[in-house]
């Protein structure tokens, strides 16, 4: 029946106009079946597998990248981001980071995060996703066995090039998918210390697993998201829209923001609202079926509470009519803060990252990758990591435990807040407690390893942040505050982290290469000491925000239910990594493909689209 003429729509921010697939906005139909909010990593998933089965959409978001070397080459990934390619947010100061505000990571292109990411393409761990299992019987399929066939599904998977068979990388083919659009591989190129990383935890008696993807803890070998094919960054863009954007059911319309979802009487969502800018024209598009929104974890509340979806108190406050009053749009707000203790080898293996600042090197290597696809271009961030559970990085587990059990978590909320928020964090605490009792969740995260600086990232952090608005104009920014620390177990935590840190170096492998600490430094010793550098030093986000519209019962202060759809209206969903209600312990773009790839799912047998 749906297939009169049915498409997805997806609405993003910058036009190229003669570009397949993309529309200008005169050329945007007055209906389609599905509009998607936003062109990013999920929107494009779910944009892919919705217009395959005929129905229309129509897709809004940023602007399209121009194949820049930043974008395309591993190297230049993290070193180069051009800033058109973010929006440009500042977060409020931050009382327990010595008072400082932060720029904010939010990819402002076609294929979101993707884009711009550091193309770590690993997985959280069975626990993680069991947490969003346990969290109430309704999210009985978002477990570990639900979710590994959809993270599989958006994968294909590639063999370690023989270039690096020397360092011995060890995988399960079981784990990994081999017909999905995005390429996961290693590059032909690591540092010869890189494989040192690993012996330093089997030194400290930590496993090192054969393939992180299976869901264990431990140290492992992490893949990129990159296609041997080219030695080009693989994306959402490369994966899932360039294939299909010749599809005359899907149009992509792009410089244009979404300034509000609008809503029939029966609270239906029926139509979306955007503009080119602030005060240009706004213009409206119809849906058919279901308006979804994929706009990122600090864009989705924004869209939310501006279409009247949120806090009735704040909505008011603001003089938007309230449609669905949910106090936990923009809460609940998780990254993974993190801080680098400087290091260095003095015995180090050759080459090493330092020839990076060598011109000459470098100048090689740059030609080695145009020329031949090979070298040191090809590598991005890092290709291992490890993910710890509390009880392998300090002692005082018991400790931990027992302060968290003797906290009211309400007072670790914004003053006030509302019944269901406070149910919702509780609940939330006693799973993560359970998992730190069961050693089956990773608090610790350290990666990199080609030197010992390695980020220190706390993994599961217990204080919440939030997003919200302060202003009713959409191309204002959101307001956000990731109040980090503002639960001190966190810091305790971290300090607990910094010290296994110094453990780390003491390894006979890291002895070997001379590994010593310039940063903090041999006078930071107490405990105090640490939390002070901690706290100078740290940053809340390190772009993995989420959870601000999580999947929870609306009496724990959810926003969306198990099938994705906005709690108290009709007609609207959310895809992206606002819905996850606890943060994974790892990177987290494969987990938005696998959430993404089931929200198309979900949606396509809601609308009998099979
Ligand atoms: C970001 O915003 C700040 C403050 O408004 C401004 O000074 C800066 O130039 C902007 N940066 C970019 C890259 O646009
Ligand atoms: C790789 O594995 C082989 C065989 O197990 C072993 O002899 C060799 O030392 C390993 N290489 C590294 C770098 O660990
Ligand atoms: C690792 O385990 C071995 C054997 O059980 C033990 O002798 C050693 O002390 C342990 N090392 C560390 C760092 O825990
Ligand atoms: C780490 O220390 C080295 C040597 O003092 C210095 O050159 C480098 O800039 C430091 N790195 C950071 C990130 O502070
Ligand atoms: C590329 O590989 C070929 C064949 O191995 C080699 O002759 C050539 O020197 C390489 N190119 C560069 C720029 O190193
Ligand atoms: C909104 O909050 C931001 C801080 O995130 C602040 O810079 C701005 O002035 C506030 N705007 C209004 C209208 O209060
Ligand atoms: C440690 O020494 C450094 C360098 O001398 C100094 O900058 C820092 O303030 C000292 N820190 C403490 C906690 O004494």
């Known amino acids: 029946m749906y297939l009169s003429y049915s498409a997805v729509l997806l609405l993003t921010a910058i036009a190229t106009p003669t570009w397949a697939g993309l529309v200008k906005q005169n050329q945007v139909k007055s209906k389609y079946d599905f509009i998607i909010v936003g062109g990013g990593t999920s929107g494009l998933v779910v944009a892919n597998r919705l217009s395959a089965t005929g129905s229309k959409s129509l897709s809004i978001i940023g602007e399209l990248d121009a194949g820049e070397d930043s974008v395309k080459i591993p190297r230049l990934a993290l070193e180069h981001i051009e800033p058109k390619y973010q929006f440009n947010i500042t977060t409020v100061p931050q009382p327990q980071l010595d008072n400082r505000a932060f720029p904010i990571y939010a990819a402002h292109v076609v294929g979101g ?33 639900d979710l590994l066939p959809k993270f599989t599904m958006s994968e294909t998977f590639h063999l370690p090039p023989s270039e690096i068979s020397s360092l011995n990388v060890t995988f399960d083919i079981k784990a990994h998918g081999t017909g999905g659009p995005i390429h996961s591989s290693y590059p032909p190129f690591l540092f010869p210390a890189t494989r040192k ?19 264990n803890l431990g140290a492992f070998w992490i893949p990129n998201t990159l ?34 979802i609008i809503f029939d009487r029966n609270k239906r969502a029926v139509q979306v609202e955007y503009a080119s800018s602030r005060n240009g024209a706004r213009s409206t598009v119809g849906a058919r079926s279901e308006i979804i929104i994929a706009a990122g974890s600090q864009h989705t509340p924004q869209i939310l509470m501006l279409s009247g979806i949120g806090d009735k108190d704040t909505l008011g406050s603001l003089r938007i009519p309230v449609i669905s009053d949910l106090p936990g749009v923009g809460q609940n707000l998780q990254d993974h803060p993190a801080f680098t203790p400087n290091g260095s080898f003095t015995n180090d293996l050759t080459p090493n990252p330092g020839y990076l600042k060598d011109d000459i090197w470098n100048n090689e290597q740059f030609q080695l990758y145009n020329a031949n696809k090979t070298g040191v271009y090809t590598t991005s961030v890092a290709n291992e990591g490890a993910f710890l559970p509390l009880s392998q990085v300090t002692d005082k587990v018991n400790q ?15 003053p006030r807040a509302r019944r269901c928020l406070v149910d919702g964090v509780k609940k939330q605490r006693d799973l993560i407690l359970k998992g730190i009792k069961d050693s089956n969740i990773a608090f610790a995260e350290y ?18 942040g939030f997003i919200s608005i302060n202003s009713t104009d959409a191309f204002s920014d959101p307001v956000i505050d990731f109040r980090t620390f503002t639960n001190p177990v966190d810091l305790d935590i971290m300090v607990e982290m910094f010290k296994f840190w110094r453990k780390l170096l003491t390894t006979q492998t890291w002895k070997g290469l001379g590994a010593n600490e310039i940063a903090p430094g041999p006078n930071v010793t107490s405990d105090d000491q640490i939390r002070a550098y901690i706290k100078s030093n740290a940053v809340p986000t390190i772009a993995h925000p989420c959870c601000t519209a999580a999947m929870m019962p609306a009496g724990l202060g959810g926003v969306v239910c198990p099938e994705l759809k906005v709690y108290g209206v009709d007609g609207l969903s959310i895809v992206d990594a606002s819905i996850m209600p606890i943060i994974p312990s790892t990177h987290p773009v494969a987990t938005v493909y696998a959430i993404a790839e089931k929200a198309a799912e979900i949606i396509k047998y809601r609308h009998r689209l099979f």
């Open 113 to 145: 995060g993707s884009t711009i990411n550091g193309m770590f393409f690993d997985r959280g761990s069975k626990g993680d996703y069991n947490l969003w299992r346990d969290i109430d019987r309704s999210q009985a399929k978002w477990g570990w066995d």
């Open 227 to 260: 296609d041997p094919a080219s030695m080009t960054r693989s994306y959402a863009r490369s994966a899932y829209w360039d294939p299909v954007s010749r599809r005359p059911n899907l149009d992509l319309l792009t410089g244009n923001k979404v300034t509000k």
């Open 447 to 464: 990666v990199n390893g080609i030197t010992p600086s390695t980020p220190v990232a706390l993994q599961k952090p217990f204080s919440r």
């Open 197 to 215: 990383f690993l012996d330093v935890f089997s030194d400290v008696n930590i496993t090192v697993q054969r393939d992180g993807g299976s869901g």
């Open 400 to 414: 931990i435990i027992d302060a968290i059990q003797r906290q009211n978590p309400a007072e670790y909320l914004l």
